[in-house]
């Protein structure tokens, strides 16, 4: 058997390894280490001659080694290493006092504070920069996925978080540059969201970055000033744009000018909008229906004069042999619902005017002529007579069928029984259409069909009878339209605003047989005739078992009867009602009280009879007594009416700024705002079994047509 001997630096690195020693020490002691390890062997040739092989019968260590296995030793290593072990404990021991007294020092009372700074702590900003430019993020998003991404928020709605993808995203997070289609998207959804300010404050920053304004933007610039809350607000705006168009020099298209047209005629600058009809053909750009009918909706937004202007510029269409479309016949129905035609003068030269045009034109052109002419049951001799238009037509008392007038005709006439003095309401207005039949033959004739909303708005115009409702109904069926439960709800609106009240409520069975449910505009419109707080209670009863929260609108419905009837109780009712459901006041409701008290005052200094009993004194203390509780409950206790509305009015921008509270839902759900509304066929609803007319009721448009004479 063999040894192999070790040289001294294995061995010192072996010790130092296993005892962890620094490196000073290892400096210090190599020395001494390396001699004493020498002075333990007796002839250094042994140590010098290092991996060599030595048998033990040659080095006389045979005998040596068994004796080694019948006593045991310690290692040669370990009493080689044995002594310095020692060493070193005793230095460790050493640099534990001096650590001991140091710590003693320390502690010390009568050594106050240290030589140690504190450390200043970073600002979050620079900690924020720090870390932006040590690890730069890249765009994750290309633009067109921020512009698919805005228009995914547009068509759910929700337009504060399409904002949101620009001025936080884009802008904040991301560091990425928009271009002019994101602003374009985002200012085309603000214009139909009608929020206008911030519309122009993106145009404005589009212009800072110096982006290219084209057409597209100014036309829904135009659109978003046509959908402003506030008509002055909505007129300023757009003469500001008009301005920016003219200092660039940017010339209009057909589509900028219609966008603008729109636009004063929906604020009520009707002068304008016709000055831009004219100037759009002066620059010989081509005419459509559309321009023509944004000129109708400025008509109709003229309440006194609206009528007058829309027949002008229904038959100036007819002269640029334009054929009116769906929504044109829908916009002339509103002009006759909410408009007037002013002075009786003014009206028969508009008139004669206007025939006087058609013969013209009819007479010139052949081919136009047989395209636009009566048909055969209405003769020539009903033709504007030009001489009889400074009169009054009166009646002519003749057995002969009365022709009824209709002044869209292509020869417009009134009819041998019509009297201009005395046309001032919705339905009278609408007999100078032609009434029901006659419209919709026009409709016909020009090939349009009339959907739901048209008949809708058909029913808002209709003499209000039961004659007249079965008629529209019959229409409906022969048609084949479905109706939906908004047609029933104007139905409800119509009978309840004549005092028909039984006949309002006869309307849910109705709804009921073609399978529709009621809304919260169906109790709404129901309301209207609660009379009583009984009645009241009845119709709460009803909404809490459809599950349908009150609101303002249905209360200011029951506070119009309550204040009409002069029904303390029913009012004092209703204000409780309002208080116990948190619902917050509008102006309505709040104009009702004022106009109420105000009406409750006069008679009572006035010293009416029916004032000094003591039903009265008591019902209007109470009532007092109710109203100065209300008042101090909303915070608008000793302000006039006009503080107190602004007070209660909400901004309609206010939507967009605020934040969206955890845990409370959107004024309306997204799935439900996305649904349409149910319609169904109306074959079910037998109309000759509905009730018919009194016998001092007229039952048809010509006996109505009599009674307005």
């Avoid at 939507?655 to 004024?667: A, F, M, N, T």
Wanted: one cysteine or more; hydrophobic letters at 35%.
């Amino acid at each position: 058997m063999a040894i192999r001997l070790l040289r001294v630096g294995a061995l010192r690195h072996l010790w130092y390894t296993s005892n962890k020693v620094s490196q000073e020490f290892r400096h210090n002691e190599c020395l001494k280490l390396k001699y004493s390890i020498y002075s333990l062997f007796e002839e250094s040739k042994c140590v010098r001659k290092l991996h060599i092989k030595t048998y033990d019968k040659d080095a006389g260590l045979e005998e040596q080694r068994q004796a080694n296995k019948e006593q045991q030793t310690l290692p040669a290593i370990e009493l080689i290493l044995e002594p310095f072990r020692n060493e070193n404990t005793s230095k460790e021991d050493n640099l534990n006092r001096h650590i001991d007294h140091f710590v003693e020092k320390l502690n010390d009372a009568d050594i106050f504070g240290n030589n140690q700074t504190t450390e200043i702590k970073e600002d979050a900003g620079d900690v924020m920069e720090d870390e932006y430019t040590n690890n730069p993020k890249s765009r994750t998003l290309r633009t067109i996925d921020y512009a698919r991404l805005i228009k995914s928020h547009l068509a759910e709605k929700r337009l504060k978080d399409a904002i949101a993808v620009l001025e936080v995203q884009m802008l904040k997070q991301d560091r990425a540059k928009p271009d002019a289609y994101i602003y374009n998207l985002l200012i085309s959804g603000c214009a139909k969201a009608g929020y206008t300010r911030k519309a122009f404050n993106l145009f404005t920053k589009m212009r800072q970055r110096g982006l290219k304004v084209k057409g597209g933007t100014y036309t829904s610039l135009f659109n978003a000033c046509a959908n402003a809350p506030s008509t002055v607000y909505g007129i300023e705006q757009a003469n500001r744009l008009r301005e920016i168009m003219i200092e660039k020099g940017y010339e209009p298209n057909v589509k900028n000018y219609n966008a603008m047209i729109k636009a004063f005629g929906r604020c009520g600058d009707v002068k304008t909008a016709y000055l831009l009809a004219d100037e759009l053909m002066e620059k010989q750009l081509p005419l459509n229906v559309e321009t023509f009918n944004f000129l109708l909706q400025a008509c109709a937004s003229d309440v006194e004069y609206g009528f007058r202007h829309c027949l002008l510029t229904w038959h100036k269409m007819m002269q640029y042999e334009l054929k009116p479309d769906y929504y044109t016949f829908n916009t002339v129905l509103r002009c006759a619902r909410d408009c007037g035609f002013g002075d009786l003068n003014t009206m028969e030269k508009v008139l004669h005017q206007i025939c006087a045009e058609r013969e013209e034109f009819l007479a010139t052109t052949t081919s136009i002529e047989k395209e636009t002419s009566l048909p055969k049951e209405v003769p020539s001799s009903n033709a504007l007579d030009v001489n009889k238009q400074s009169q009054v037509i009166e009646i002519k008392n003749n057995t002969e069928q009365l022709e009824m007038p209709n002044l869209l005709a292509a020869r417009p006439h009134l009819g041998s029984l019509v009297s201009l003095a005395e046309v001032s309401r919705p339905h009278e207005r609408f007999l100078l259409l032609g009434g029901l039949s006659g419209f919709l033959n026009l409709m016909k004739e020009c090939k349009i069909t009339p959907d739901i909303e048209t008949f809708t708005t058909l029913l808002e115009v209709i003499p209000p009878t039961y004659a007249a409702e079965k008629q529209l109904l019959t229409y409906v069926r022969k048609i084949g339209l479905k109706a939906d439960i908004d047609f029933f709800n104007i139905l409800i609106k119509k009978r309840s605003m004549r005092f028909d009240y039984e006949g309002a409520k006869e309307v849910i069975s109705m709804i009921r047989t073609a399978g529709l449910e009621p809304d919260i505009i169906t109790y709404g419109v129901l309301a209207l005739g609660c009379q009583t707080e009984v009645e009241s209670r009845e119709l709460l009863q009803q909404m809490k078992e459809n599950g349908i929260r009150m609101n303002i609108q249905i209360l200011g419905a029951m506070l119009r009867q309550g204040t009409g009837n002069r029904n303390f109780p029913y009012v004092i009712e209703i204000l409780q009602i309002s208080l116990d459901e948190n619902i917050k006041p509008n102006e309505v409701f709040l104009k009702h009280l004022h106009n109420f008290y105000d009406r409750c005052a006069r008679s009572i200094d006035a010293r009416y009879p029916s004032t000094k009993t003591k039903s009265f004194r008591r019902g209007h203390d109470k009532f007092c007594a109710k109203l100065r509780l209300y008042y101090e409950e909303q915070g608008i206790a000793g302000l006039k009416i006009e503080d107190a509305i602004k007070k209660i009015r909400e901004h309609p921008y206010q939507q967009y700024k605020d934040d969206d509270s955890e845990g409370v839902e959107p004024l309306k759900n997204q799935k439900l705002s996305k649904q349409q509304k149910v319609r169904k066929y109306i074959k079910k609803i037998k109309v000759e079994n509905l009730r018919d007319d009194l016998q001092n009721s007229l039952p048809n448009e010509k006996n109505v047509q009599q009674r307005i004479e």
